[in-house]
């Protein structure tokens, strides 16, 4: 339990010292976004080869892996029918923030530090389909709802899917998988000592985005996105539990799955269906806050 404790309050002091270091403009929220795609782009891709290298497929990473999948096609029809009657904008946006899950830069940090192996390996099962909604998908069907356009275009999906990294990388760790084939050993040492500086990265681009700013008018979505989440967490998580014939380490990895705040780039994509509020980075804000707690509670739990 002290360890546990020992580890999440370092987590959360890197991101009170992003935050505090904002506040004094001696950083910029903008800042994030320059460690976002550091993240993205370097450390994020070497830290899961380092991790899910060597893989073997099974009939467990194949259910994680369609977890990963359904449960954001659930959320995505959980927020668009909540959100049935708002203008389609709203109803892309609702899509794109009940939906998706920030594994890489939320997740990943803690299951490292005490589920190093299985544990990895399973959360980057769940990834793989999450990474298949989350980076392509839902902004399609997202952004396909809120311009109201009767066309869709597969092309467009694949494009953005194939254009992030992490998830190339992803693909390239299943192809491996199902060969049975693992990277040399000079390459893996390489990506370890990279993708060790994720997680302080990855705290520190949290700090920097954490701010809680949102118009009355648009407290209530807020309010209802978070709502939502929460409530799909604990329905998820219990027919996980219940339902699904997987290892015990296997069900605890997927609910802190399931607890992740919203995606990385939920506000992005909001803003490029069209939403221009504050809603969506508010909303982010304030899962980021209730996971750090629902991760401490889990891990007690857990461990």
Do not use: W
């Amino acid at each position: 339990m002290f360890d546990v404790l020992i580890t999440s309050l370092t987590f959360i002091l890197i991101i009170v010292i992003a935050y505090f270091l904002k506040r004094v403009k001696v950083l910029k929220k903008s800042d994030a976004n320059i460690l976002a795609t550091i993240i993205m782009n370097v450390t994020l891709p070497c830290a899961l080869l380092t991790s899910a290298n060597g893989i073997t497929l099974d009939m467990t990473i194949l259910i994680l892996i369609a977890v990963g999948i359904l449960s954001n096609v659930i959320m995505i029809l959980v927020g668009y029918g909540f959100a049935y009657k708002e203008r389609p904008v709203i109803k892309g946006t609702y899509m794109i923030n009940v939906s998706g899950y920030n594994i890489g830069n939320f997740v990943l940090p803690f299951v490292q530090s005490f589920f190093p192996g299985m544990g990895v390996v399973y959360l980057c099962s769940f990834d793989i389909g999450n990474a298949l909604m989350g980076l392509g998908i839902t902004y399609a069907l997202a952004d396909h709802v809120a311009s109201g356009q009767s066309d869709f275009h597969l092309k467009d999906v694949l494009k953005k899917l194939f254009s992030s990294i992490p998830f190339d990388v992803y693909l390239l760790i299943f192809i491996m998988a199902i060969f049975q084939i693992e990277f040399p050993s000079y390459i893996l040492s390489m990506a370890t000592t990279i993708g060790a500086g994720n997680s302080f990265l990855a705290m520190m681009m949290i700090g920097l985005m954490l701010e809680i700013k949102v118009s009355h008018s648009e407290a209530y979505h807020v309010v209802k996105i978070i709502v939502l989440r929460i409530v799909g967490t604990l329905i998820l998580s219990g027919i996980i539990f219940i339902v699904l014939p997987l290892p015990l380490l296997a069900k605890e990895i997927l609910t802190m799955a399931l607890c992740a705040p919203l995606s990385t780039v939920s506000a992005v994509f909001s803003q490029k269906i069209g939403y221009s509020g504050d809603m969506p980075a508010t909303a982010n804000s304030l899962s980021i806050i209730i996971s750090i707690v629902c991760m401490i509670t889990l891990l007690l739990i857990f461990i």
